[in-house]
T-cell receptor, first 115, second 111 residues
Framework: DADVTQTPRNRITKTGKRIMLECSQT?????MYWYRQDPGLGLRLIYY???????NKGEISDGYSVSRQAQAKFSLSLESAIPNQTALYFC??????????????FGPGTRLTVT | AQSVTQLDSHVSVSEGTPVLLRCNYS??????LFWYVQHPNKGLQLLLK??????LVKGINGFEAEFKKSETSFHLTKPSAHMSDAAEYFC?????????FGAGTTVTVRA
């Protein structure tokens, strides 16, 4: 089974709708992240959480909110979806590696289309 | 602030020939650097990481990267490309336990 899972994998929604993307991990990591990927821009950080009571904004948090329901679960919400939020969304987790480098492990992604 | 610049948006190579993907970084302190690969319709997979232990880093699938502080570079190489190497590659710098991604380099492998 995958260490980081995301649901749904694909979603088409209409402008103005509220949508939630969910992420679960079995790696036992404290740190979780949400990114969006757009062609030619790499991945950009939306929100991150270093433990259940810690939520932080990333580079592009406007229009998004998150909830850390448990150590293993981190969900991303679009309160009122707009077409420029059409993107590929990735969840990631990290914990101390063998050299303390905190490399991140990514889920398979959720492709979101807002019409 | 930390950032990375991937110098090529697209690289095309013939199967069996060397691959070079170029990355320059900007960091105010000794960075952790990573290369990730993304195959079509897949998530991101860690290829290799630099964390100051050794300047030449070996990764999976025959890839390696060399950290050159004087040039602020972390270029990724592979001696002989395989068709399965066709993918998008991201150079990444770590700061405050967050990652900053380059824009990506798409690799095409010709038969």
């Amino acid at each position: 089974d995958a260490d980081v899972t995301q649901t749904p994998r694909n979603r088409i929604t209409k402008t103005g709708k509220r949508i939630m993307l969910e992420c679960s991990q079995t790696k036992g990591h404290d740190r979780m992240y949400w990114y969006r990927q757009d062609p030619g821009l790499g991945l950009r950080l939306i929100y991150y959480s270093f433990d259940v009571k810690d939520i932080n904004k990333g580079e592009i948090s406007d229009g998004y909110s998150v909830s850390r329901q448990a150590q293993a679960k981190f969900s991303l919400s679009l309160e009122s979806a707009i077409p420029n939020q059409t993107a590929l969304y990735f969840c990631a987790t990290s914990g101390p590696g063998t050299s303390g480098s905190y490399e991140q492990y990514f889920g398979p992604g959720t492709r979101l289309t807002v019409t | 602030a930390q950032s990375v610049t991937q110098l090529d948006s697209h690289v095309s190579v013939s199967e069996g020939t060397p691959v070079l993907l170029r990355c320059n970084y900007s960091s105010s302190y000794s960075p952790s650097l990573f290369w990730y690969v993304q195959h079509p319709n897949k998530g991101l997979q860690l290829l290799l990481k630099y964390t100051s232990a050794a300047t030449l880093v070996k990764g999976i699938n025959g890839f390696e990267a060399e950290f050159k502080k004087s040039e602020t570079s972390f270029h990724l190489t592979k001696p002989s490309a395989h068709m399965s190497d066709a993918a998008e590659y991201f150079c990444v710098v770590s700061y405050d336990y967050k990652l900053s991604f380059g824009a990506g380099t798409t690799v095409t492998v010709r038969a």
